[in-house]
């Protein structure tokens, strides 16, 4: 089981929006503001999307977004395309260690 | 851009010490922290330590006792060393570069699968 709860997977259509929730603590999400959220392709490098909670690495679509609240921390895609079909999954630093979601399958219909 | 390889051994047998080389392209290791992570079937990544290219090197506490990192600047590479290894260290491990002060993973390796069997 992993440390953080991340929904196993999520669908949408073609230019619809998702969001995929990220659920910790207080002692990781909820005691510091080092959210980083990853895209993974199948066979592929893990690509970071967001980092310290909300800042957007240069390169990474503004189709992308993330908010946070308590403990739970959220990745909305807009506009949803076939090339946004992947695994995501969040991270925490979490005092002297870091912490994961177990990632979540996106599908795009 | 910075590139990530992992390389070693995919098949260790239980009590024996599994290996892992990552090799750093396209950047210097003289620079940043380098981590190692897995991810076992089915189940959620899991940071494994980092270390620094001094040397200096920090460890997840439930692995601690069974690791060792190692930094070789003449090469760019680090390296992985996991003792004692049991059937629950099945899984894929990956590299990546370390952003302390964000927290974050800047670039990553593909990974690469370890499975642990006699």
């Known amino acids: 089981q992993s440390a953080l709860t991340q929904p196993a997977s999520v669908s949408g259509s073609p230019g619809q929006s998702i969001t995929i929730s990220c659920t910790g603590t207080?002692?990781?999400?909820?005691?510091?503001?080092?959210v980083s959220w990853y895209r993974h392709y199948p066979g592929k490098a893990p690509q970071l999307i967001f980092y310290?909670?909300?800042k957007r690495p240069s390169g990474i679509s503004n189709r992308f977004s993330v908010s946070k609240s308590g403990n739970t921390a959220s990745l909305t895609i807009s506009g949803l395309q076939a090339e946004d079909e992947a695994d995501y999954f969040c991270?925490?630093?979490?005092?002297?260690?870091?912490?994961f979601g177990g990632g979540t399958k996106l599908t795009v219909l | 851009q910075v590139q990530l390889q992992e390389s070693g051994p995919g098949l260790a047998k239980p009590s024996e010490t599994l290996s892992l080389i990552c090799t750093v392209s396209?950047?210097?290791?003289?620079?940043?922290?380098w981590s190692w992570l897995r991810q076992p079937p089915g189940k959620g990544l899991e940071w494994i330590g980092h270390?620094?290219?001094?040397?200096?090197?920090n460890y997840n506490p439930s692995l601690k006792s069974r690791v060792t990192m190692s930094v070789d600047t003449s090469q760019n590479q680090f390296s992985l060393r996991l003792t004692s290894v049991t059937a629950a260290d099945t899984a894929v491990y990956y590299c990546?570069?370390?952003?302390?002060?964000?927290?974050?993973?800047?670039?990553w390796g593909r990974g690469t699968p370890v499975t642990v069997s006699s």
């Open positions: 990546a570069r370390t952003d302390i002060l964000s927290g974050s993973f800047d670039f």
């Open positions: 310290q909670d909300t």
């Open positions: 991270c925490s630093f979490a005092s002297s260690t870091w912490v």
């Open positions: 396209h950047g210097s290791i003289r620079s940043k922290y």
């Open positions: 207080s002692s990781d999400i909820g005691g510091y503001n080092l």
């Open positions: 270390i620094f290219y001094t040397g200096t090197s």
